[in-house]
């Protein structure tokens, strides 16, 4: 085999080394991209849970300063204990 045969041969393989790189950084792009989105979903719902809990307590505060006492159902936390 001659020295060109041997260099065309070598980008060959070096081409078809590429090709199947980009075909699995493709194939795990596509099954990644779901769990992005699903993760995006939870995340979501995450910080809207924390939304509602902050305006709760803050509602919660709120009626405490306006009537000066602490509702009946925090008096005593651990019924158990009382």
Known sequence: M???QQMVQELASKVQADQMRARAKNNMTKRLSPLGHKVEGKQA???ARQN???LRLARQVKRIRKTDRMPSRFRCYNWFLC
Do not use: F, I
């Open 45 to 47: 719902r995450v910080e």
């Open 2 to 4: 001659s020295y060109l």
């Open 52 to 54: 509602w809990r902050a």
